[in-house]
């Protein structure tokens, strides 16, 4: 057996998924793993799982802990870096007030970072995807949940307590629509993100909107997708309102920033033109100055997060 610590896992943990990657002491991928998200766990639980996982991971390539460099593990979640305190998972609501990072040390024994899933996407799309060479750049998450990651002067930017950038939870109508996992109504998660915009397709179509969709049970941005290809009006009418918020949110980031290149990544992406048109004339249409301002998509494709959260260790 190998006898050096070369190795380093890298955990994505989400709303819908829980992936893994292996990485040699090149960075590497020797494999990767993935399997469905329980919400229904709370911290403890949560953490137990991914240790089982781990060391099954580990014992089919033959190794064992005294191999790892250490863990890292990327969430969509408030996390006091510095503590690796969970305060709150808006897409996995019985993670909460959980000192994930000691909870993990201790019954690994090896080193364990644990940081938000958008700083940890936008470290890797800088160090290996579409940021390469740049100075400063937004790293936008628009999947299951909205979020961003900022790179500034080179370095992942935190803030005072570690969730800087979480712009899916800016508030776009306050106390206006519906209730998010962040506990406020009218962010611009719960009107962009892949889990609530079911919800608003169903109280359209309550209210007499038509569409394809209707009947569709286990509606998902899967189906909107599909809609939008056959030009649903339904489906337009949530592709343009989508837009509107994610335009204005990134306006927003904008003004504060003045960061100019954003990079998109996450399942939303899969939209392609059909969304991302319309969040481009969105943007320009608030953008009265209009000083260059680059959109990249995310070059990394699924392997982002993992990779983010390997880099973390790294």
């Not at 790892?68 to 979640?77: A, E, F, Q, R, T």
């Not at 979020?147 to 899916?168: D, K, M, Q």
Request: with cysteine; aromatic share 10%.
């Amino acid at each position: 057996m190998e006898c050096t610590k070369d190795y380093v896992i890298g955990i994505d943990a989400g709303g819908t998924k829980v992936a893994y990657g292996l990485f040699d002491a090149k960075g590497e991928l020797l494999e990767r793993f993935r399997h469905p998200s329980d919400p229904e766990l709370d911290g403890p639980a949560f953490s137990d799982s991914l240790i089982r996982t781990l060391r099954k991971i580990l014992e089919r390539h033959g190794l064992a802990m005294e191999n790892l460099k250490g863990v890292g593990i990327c969430m969509p979640s408030y996390i006091l870096f510095d503590t690796g305190h969970i305060f709150l998972t808006s897409a996995l609501p019985k993670i909460h007030d959980f000192g994930m990072r000691d909870y993990l040390q201790e019954r690994l024994g090896v080193r364990v970072v644990l940081d938000n899933d958008a700083n940890a996407a936008a470290l890797a799309e800088y160090r290996r995807g579409a940021g390469r060479g740049l100075k400063h750049m937004v790293y936008v998450a628009v999947s299951t949940g909205i979020g961003s990651g900022l790179i500034i002067n080179g370095e992942v930017f935190r803030g005072s307590y570690g969730w800087a950038g979480e712009c899916g939870h800016m508030l776009a109508t306050p106390g206006e629509g519906i209730l998010c996992g962040c506990q406020n109504r009218g962010c611009f998660m719960s009107y962009v993100g892949g889990r609530y915009v079911p919800t608003h397709l169903k109280i359209r179509m309550l209210e007499g909107a038509g569409s394809w969709m209707e009947g569709i049970t286990d509606l998902n941005c899967e189906h909107l997708l599909a809609a939008a290809r056959r030009k649903d009006p339904l489906a337009e009418e949530m592709l343009q309102n989508m837009a509107h918020y994610i335009g204005v949110c990134l306006y927003n980031i904008y003004q504060l920033l003045n960061i100019n290149t954003f990079v998109f990544g996450g399942g939303l992406t899969n939209f392609g033109s059909l969304l991302f048109d319309r969040v481009r004339a969105e943007f320009d249409s608030c953008d009265k100055i209009g000083m260059p301002v680059e959109f990249r998509f995310a070059e990394l494709r699924k392997d982002f997060g993992i990779i983010g959260a390997a880099e973390l260790v790294l």
